[in-house]
């Protein structure tokens, strides 16, 4: 069943389009791990924040990307930029009106 | 530039399901509204709540689709179904690791 994360992260001011560019860096490895969407964006609203909104094919498949030797690694040079304060939420996905 | 619309809304105990069919009744005039995405889901932690992740060409097309005759309808008959509690933000994407 499809999965869906979406989240926020809240950077240490100033370092917003730092932490942008490291989770939109380009990562074939997530495609083969069953990511299907990866949108990365921002708000004028609130400046310091990243926010997510991700398709897995399963939230099993989500999961275990975490485990990836490239998703650790972009953790730990994310680790820095970030605030800590965090949201969101996942769930399963059970329809859509743009198909049958 | 791509706009992203997350949320939840919250039904009346024991309506989820009849909320969860509205929003994902097929409907083939968001698609002409520029809707690029939109997911309906449901998570157990929360049995109550329907989530929605959209995609949408922009976020003046997002605006004017709320103006459709047919999503007005559809807001109307969602109406008695909600508790009044929803949440969610909206993003302009920037980017995305599944592309270059």
Do not use: K
């Amino acid at each position: 069943m499809t999965f869906a994360n979406v989240g926020t992260l809240d950077a240490v001011p100033g370092r917003r389009d730092e932490l942008v560019a490291i989770l939109a860096r380009r990562s074939p490895e997530l495609e083969q791990a069953g990511c299907l969407l990866y949108e990365v964006g921002v708000s004028e609203d609130s400046p310091d924040t990243v926010f997510v909104a991700e398709l897995w094919t399963s939230a099993a498949a989500h999961e275990a990307s975490l485990g990836l030797e490239s998703v650790q690694a972009s953790i730990q040079e994310a680790r820095p930029l970030l605030s800590g304060r965090m949201g969101g939420f996942s769930f399963d996905v059970v329809g859509s009106p743009l198909r049958d």
